[in-house]
């Protein structure tokens, strides 16, 4: 049974920075790219952003990119997403989604996280 | 970027009804090369993620039941419930991958 479990998630200032990580099993890591999708409170879905099987390709959301970087661990079977320069708008529960290839470039997501809650607030 | 336009933005359908949510694409999302649509289906219960329903427009994930079903070609996509169940009450999204990701707004889904 696939599993993804995301952490770290907490409140923070605008302008800080939060790491989030996610950790999987049930499957083999490696052969599969992960994203980041995000749903503020009451709204809906947005991807963040996908790294591929290797870790070698990525892509971003228009809205994240150049504050936001993501990276795996394939020996820990763990993603990360490290969220800099922070602002109020990025306050959602971050899921952390398993596609269902390997690519960089993402298509659909197969299996999901609960999610970890992330606040920006003053 | 691709936006997504689902309507309506909610419904209401009797026990055992059909129900039919539709999706909008401002471009198409139908790749020439290999001619797939480049669309999912996604279910979302209160308090849970997402779950995947349908991909490439009309492709069941496996362990939804069959009387969920996608269709549609280019720029309009159908999801339809053919019996609707009680545990089917939900938000429901659709989502693009031609050109990195979008989702629509979503529908919910209520028994009325």
């Known amino acids: 049974e696939v599993q993804l479990l995301e952490s770290g998630g907490g409140l923070l200032q605008p302008g800080g920075s939060l790491r989030l990580s996610c950790t999987a099993s049930?499957?083999?890591?490696?052969?599969?790219?992960l994203s980041w999708v995000r749903q503020a409170p009451g709204k809906g879905l947005e991807w963040v952003s996908t790294?591929?099987?290797?870790?070698?390709?990525?892509s971003f959301a228009d809205s994240v990119r150049g504050r936001f970087a993501i990276s795996r661990d394939n020996s820990r079977n763990t993603v990360y997403l490290q969220m800099t320069s922070l602002r109020v708008e990025d306050t959602a529960i971050y899921f952390c989604a398993k596609d269902h290839y390997v690519l960089g470039t993402p298509y659909y997501f197969d299996s999901w996280g609960q999610g970890t809650l992330v606040t920006v607030s003053s | 970027d691709i936006v997504m336009t689902q309507s309506p933005d909610s419904l209401a359908v009797s026990l055992g009804e059909r129900a039919t949510i539709n999706c909008r694409s401002s471009?198409?999302?139908?790749?020439?090369?290999?001619?797939?649509?480049?669309l999912a289906w996604y279910q979302q219960k209160p308090g849970q993620p997402p779950q995947l329903l349908i991909y490439w427009a009309s492709t069941r994930e496996s362990g939804v039941p069959d009387r969920f079903s996608g269709s549609g070609s280019g720029t309009d996509f159908t999801l339809t419930i053919s019996s609707l169940q009680a545990e089917d009450v939900a938000v429901y999204y659709c989502?693009?991958?031609?050109?990195?990701?979008?989702f629509g707004q979503g529908t919910r889904l209520d028994i009325k």
């Open positions: 989502q693009q991958y031609y050109s990195a990701i979008t």
């Open positions: 790294i591929s099987g290797s870790g070698v390709s990525t």
């Open positions: 471009q198409s999302v139908l790749y020439s090369s290999n001619n797939k649509n480049y």
């Open positions: 049930g499957f083999t890591f490696s052969s599969y790219a």
